[in-house]
C-alpha cells in the first residue's frame, strides 16, 4: 500500500523555495550557452541588493578586440535570504589561449547596505574571494582561490534617481602575486527615457587600482520591464592605450524575481 505524506504549510514553503533556489541557479549556469546576453559588465557597483527573498541572475559575453582576442561568458546569481544581505555565487569562462585548455573564475560574495540609496545617499560593504578553475582536459590541475577582497559602496541619487553618482573603494588581496591591491571606481547613470515599466539608462564609468593604467567603460542600459528585465550594451578601453587588444565590448541581460525565497 503506498503511503501517504502530508507537509505542514511550513514544510511546503521551504521546499517550493529551495526547488526555485536550484531552478535559478541551474538558469544561471545555461544562460551563457543561450540567445541571451548579459546585464552588469561594470566595476563600479551600487548601493543596493536584491530584494528580501528575491533572486537575481545577472550574466554578460565580453569580447575583447582584436577578433582573435576572446570571448569571456559570466553568470552571477543572487540571493537575498530575507534581510540586508545579498549572496551571490557565479562562474565566468575565459578563452583559451595558444592551444591550452580553458579557464575560468568561481565568485563567491556577501553584501550589505548600512543604508539605502532610497532615503538619497546610500551605503554599503561587500566581501568576496575568488578561484580559478580548470577545462576539464586539464583535471589534474586543482583549483585553487586566487584572490580575496572588501570595498565600500556609497551611491547619491538625485531627482528620484533620475542621476545616481556611484563610488567604489576598496582593496584585494591576490594570493598569486602576494600583493594587496587598492581598488577604486566612479561612475553614474543618467535616467534619458521612462514611460511605464520601460526605462532607458546611460551608464558610465572610470576604475583603476594603484597598479596600472584606469578604465572606463559606458554604455546603455534598458528596463524591459522595471525591476524584472534589463538588457544592456557597453563599450570599454584601457585609458592611455592605443593598443587594439585593450578595448572591449559587452551584451547581456539581468533577470530578477521578488518573493522567490518566501
Request: charged content about 20%.
Amino acid at each position: 500500500m503506498k503511503r501517504l505524506t502530508v507537509r505542514s504549510p511550513r514544510g511546503q514553503r521551504r521546499t517550493r523555495a529551495a526547488r526555485t533556489l536550484c531552478g535559478t541557479l541551474a538558469l544561471a549556469l545555461l544562460l551563457p550557452s543561450l540567445p541571451l546576453r548579459a546585464a552588469r559588465p561594470y566595476f563600479t557597483d551600487d548601493a543596493r541588493i536584491t530584494p528580501g527573498g528575491g533572486c537575481q541572475v545577472e550574466s554578460w559575453v565580453q569580447h575583447h578586440r582584436p577578433a582573435g582576442g576572446g570571448t569571456e561568458l559570466w553568470a552571477l546569481p543572487a540571493c537575498n535570504p530575507g534581510g540586508n544581505l545579498e549572496i551571490t555565487a557565479g562562474v565566468n569562462r575565459l578563452p583559451s589561449e595558444g592551444g591550452e585548455p580553458w579557464t575560468g573564475n568561481a565568485l563567491v560574495q556577501a553584501k550589505t547596505l548600512l543604508r539605502s540609496l532610497d532615503t538619497g545617499i546610500g551605503t554599503g560593504f561587500a566581501v568576496g574571494a575568488t578561484a580559478r578553475m580548470r577545462g576539464p582536459s586539464d583535471a589534474s590541475s586543482p583549483s585553487s582561490m586566487t584572490s580575496a577582497y572588501a570595498y565600500n559602496v556609497t551611491s547619491i541619487s538625485f531627482a528620484d534617481e533620475a542621476f545616481v553618482l556611484l563610488t567604489l573603494a576598496g582593496i584585494k588581496r591576490d594570493r598569486e602575486t602576494q600583493r594587496t591591491i587598492a581598488m577604486w571606481g566612479v561612475g553614474s547613470e543618467t535616467r534619458l527615457f521612462r514611460r511605464g515599466d520601460q526605462e532607458l539608462l546611460l551608464a558610465a564609468e572610470v576604475y583603476g587600482s594603484d597598479r596600472g593604467s584606469p578604465s572606463w567603460q559606458g554604455g546603455f542600459r534598458f528596463w524591459v520591464v522595471k525591476e524584472k528585465i534589463q538588457v544592456d550594451a557597453v563599450l570599454g578601453r584601457q585609458i592611455g592605450s592605443q593598443a587594439l587588444d585593450r578595448s572591449w565590448w559587452s551584451i547581456g541581460v539581468r533577470l530578477i524575481g521578488d518573493g522567490l525565497l518566501h
